[in-house]
């Protein structure tokens, strides 16, 4: 006892440089494994539609296009909130001249409007729709990394798929539901 009563220093010493090796192992023991399917993400991504594939010009938003309300019985439901959408806007966020987003919480539909024509469109989406100003391509229910599980398997956030989609003017046209196994995917319908 009267021992550990002279060294305790030393041995606290000794206690916290083994802490901080023990941290230090692990931290780079796992930070190579977040490298490794960091690269195996990015490998992925690449496999998939991407903006890129699916350019369109992007007009610049005129001072307020007038919208046709009655071209959709939700323009009508959501007057005000569409309005304000456009009153808003600095920019498109999607397909060159449109301006897309959810219009409630927890509903996974979106509305679209028209910057050009003024109409309105209802379309199924999802909780997180990805978009930009220069391509047709919509990505519903963006893949993240951290819904992966140790071998590679793609576990979707709220249990839907990704989902990607091109907008036509009209509605989306599916491109690819994929699964995804291993850091492949196995089918992309």
């Known amino acids: 006892m009267t021992w550990l009563k002279q060294n305790w220093i ?32 990015i490998d992925l991504e690449k496999s998939l539609p991407r903006f890129e594939d699916y350019p369109v010009k992007v007009y610049p938003i005129p001072p307020k296009p007038k919208l046709v309300h009655e071209s959709n019985p939700y323009g009508m439901r959501y007057w005000t909130l569409t309005e304000g959408w456009v009153d808003r ?15 409630a919480t927890g509903n ?36 993240k990394l951290d819904s992966f599980s140790s071998d590679g398997d793609y576990r979707p956030y709220y249990d839907e798929n990704p989902r990607y989609a ?6 989306f046209i599916a491109v690819c539901e994929p699964i995804i196994k291993n850091w492949k995917v196995v089918s992309c319908s």
């Open 108 to 143: 996974p539909n979106v509305l679209i409007i028209d910057g050009l024509t003024g109409q309105v469109f209802h379309e199924y989406g999802s909780q997180f729709p990805d978009s930009v100003a220069g391509s047709s391509l919509v990505m519903f229910n963006p893949i």
């Open 166 to 171: 091109v907008w036509d003017g009209k509605q």
């Open 89 to 103: 806007a600095t920019s498109y966020n999607m397909g060159g001249h449109y301006l897309m987003n959810r219009y």
């Open 10 to 41: 030393k041995i606290g010493i000794g206690i916290l440089i083994f802490g901080v090796l023990v941290f230090v192992k692990v931290f780079n023991d796992g930070s190579s494994v977040i490298s490794e399917n960091g690269q195996k993400f």
